[in-house]
């Protein structure tokens, strides 16, 4: 079956530090990647997505790329601020087998907590 | 546009009542989509929607219902709160059900059951 594991945290870094949030993925089909990013007392806000293998998916800075040799997809930024702090979800979308629409899959969910 | 709104934003329910969730989108996205966030865990899909009267259960569908008379509105009804359904529950939609597509989420409601 499906599923998506991200590394556990919280993780804290302090101001430009470079951040690594690692997720690996079990799919039975071609599924498309995404990081959502979840701010204290928010919603989920979509960071990025990648579609097919080898894509890049980038944003504000961050960047995760879609690696199917090692079902991976891991998030980074090369410097990260303060306002970054908040709570980063892996997921993958893949077609239902039971009904028509594309069922997504979550990861626990990593914190990241950026100190000045 | 305000895309995916929901209320209320914090609710506390005593054992065996009952509320409805509203989850409104401004998008005419056809899909729609309630989830549970618990603690430290990822989302988990209660049930979902592909389009006016269409409605079909998720993973956790237990001790929840849903509706769908409008392409705007799906409201979740929790009949018989119970401490278990404490979490924060989203909603969300998409234009399509494409795999490529992307979930718009909505900011959520925090429901605590006593």
């Known amino acids: 079956g499906n599923s998506v594991t991200q590394m556990e945290g919280p993780v804290t870094l302090s101001e430009e530090a470079f951040l690594t949030i690692n997720c690996t993925y079990t799919a039975t089909g071609y599924p498309s990647l995404f990081w959502y990013v979840q701010y204290p007392g928010e919603g989920l806000q979509l960071l990025l997505k990648?579609?097919?293998?080898?894509d890049k998916g980038s944003n504000k800075g961050f960047e995760a790329t879609y690696r199917k040799e090692t079902t991976s997809f891991h998030l980074e930024k090369g410097s990260v601020q303060v306002s970054d702090s908040a709570v980063y979800f892996c997921a993958l979308s893949d077609r239902s087998t039971l009904n028509n629409f594309n069922k997504f899959y979550f990861g626990s969910g990593t914190k990241l907590n950026v100190k000045p | 546009n305000a895309g995916v709104t929901q209320t209320p934003k914090f609710r506390i329910l005593k054992i065996g009542q009952s509320m409805t969730l509203q989850c409104t989108q401004d998008?005419?996205?056809?899909?729609m989509y309630w989830y549970r966030q618990d603690p430290g865990m990822g989302l988990k899909l209660i049930y979902y929607?592909?389009?006016?009267?269409?409605?079909d259960k998720g993973e956790v569908p237990n001790g929840y219902n849903v509706s769908r008379s409008t392409t705007e509105d799906f409201p979740l009804r929790l009949e018989l709160a119970a401490p278990s359904q404490t979490s924060v529950y989203f909603c969300?939609?998409?234009?399509?059900?494409?795999?490529?597509?992307?979930?718009?989420f909505g900011p959520g409601t925090r429901l605590t059951v006593l």
């Open positions: 969300a939609s998409s234009i399509t059900a494409l795999v490529t597509d992307t979930q718009y």
């Open positions: 998008m005419n996205h056809n899909y």
């Open positions: 990648a579609t097919k293998a080898d």
């Open positions: 929607s592909v389009g006016a009267g269409i409605t």
